[in-house]
């Protein structure tokens, strides 16, 4: 085995590793938020978790980019829906983590706002869908499944 193989063969596996961050880190943060408009003390754990859950979204979608470039092309069209919905779900997380760090510099609080709430709540959902997409492509597909000799 080559330097490239093991590379690649090790971007495979990471993949699931990675998502394991946002999809843990994220919904946190988002539960948080929304509890710390009753106990304020909370947002900065939030904060917290929504910086460590974007840059996991960030790093796994990037990995699952890499991995699917190596896809045939009708496994790559098989994929394309959960790469549209991951690039979605990691660009609105983004921009929460960028609006909320613009605020912070400005002495603002998005929290609690209903424009900052909505978004929050719309990026959980795009969590979910992808999640459960990406789950189907392995466990319903055989995606990345090798089978046993």
Same mark, same amino acid.
């Given at each position: 085995?080559?330097?490239?193989?093991?590379?690649?063969?090790?971007?495979?596996? *990471?993949?699931?590793?990675?998502?394991?961050? !946002?999809?843990?880190?994220?919904?946190? $943060? +988002?539960?948080? $938020?929304?509890?710390?408009?009753?106990w304020p003390n909370l947002r900065q754990s939030a904060w917290i978790t929504l910086i460590l859950g974007t840059a996991g979204a960030i790093l796994?979608?990037?990995? @699952?980019?890499?991995?699917?470039?190596? =896809? $045939?092309? !009708?496994?790559?069209?098989? #994929?394309?829906?959960?790469?549209?919905?991951?690039?979605? /779900?990691?660009?609105?997380?983004?921009? =929460? /983590?960028?609006?909320?760090?613009?605020?912070?510099?400005?002495?603002?609080? +998005?929290?609690?706002?209903?424009? &900052?709430?909505?978004? $929050?709540?719309?990026?959980? @959902?795009?969590? *979910?869908? /992808?999640?459960? &997409? @990406?789950?189907?492509? +392995?466990?319903?597909?055989?995606?990345?499944?090798? #089978?046993?000799?």
């Amino acid at each position: 085995m080559n330097l490239f193989d093991v590379i690649a063969n090790t971007i495979n596996h *990471i993949h699931p590793l990675l998502t394991d961050f !946002p999809a843990a880190l994220l919904p946190v $943060s +988002v539960g948080l $938020s929304l509890a710390s408009q009753r106990w304020p003390n909370l947002r900065q754990s939030a904060w917290i978790t929504l910086i460590l859950g974007t840059a996991g979204a960030i790093l796994a979608f990037v990995s @699952g980019d890499a991995t699917a470039e190596a =896809l $045939s092309a !009708p496994l790559q069209a098989l #994929v394309q829906p959960h790469q549209i919905l991951a690039i979605l /779900t990691t660009l609105t997380f983004l921009g =929460l /983590t960028i609006w909320r760090w613009q605020a912070q510099r400005k002495g603002k609080e +998005v929290i609690g706002t209903l424009p &900052y709430t909505v978004l $929050s709540v719309v990026g959980l @959902g795009l969590l *979910i869908v /992808t999640g459960m &997409y @990406g789950g189907s492509l +392995v466990f319903e597909q055989g995606l990345g499944v090798s #089978v046993l000799p």
